[in-house]
């Protein structure tokens, strides 16, 4: 298997695995993100994308939300989401 395709595996593992998250609002945050977003990031962000995903949901939901600061480790990545959630909430787009 080249690299190429391990890279498209993992990527599409992360996909599913945003859009099967705990709680309904953050399958349509995260998922949404991961199908459009997740291919551009670098490997490095992609490495942490994936270990943002194990922590909790209620976690995650006030960090993008803003109800709650994020983690420093993830606030760059949070606010990139965030950013994006609200894109596509002001466009009308799932």
Known sequence: MTEAND????LRRLRIRSWR?????MDLILGAY???RLAD???????LYQQMLL???QDLYQWVS???????????????IAAH???????GVA
Do not use: C, F, S, W
């Open 7 to 10: 890279r498209e595996t993992m």
């Open 21 to 25: 998250r705990g709680i309904k609002e």
């Open 34 to 36: 991961a199908d459009h």
């Open 41 to 47: 990031l670098d490997d490095e962000t992609v490495a």
């Open 55 to 57: 922590e909790n949901d």
């Open 66 to 80: 803003g109800q709650a600061p994020a983690p420093p480790l993830y606030a760059d990545l949070i606010a990139d």
């Open 85 to 91: 959630m609200a894109e596509h909430v002001r466009r």
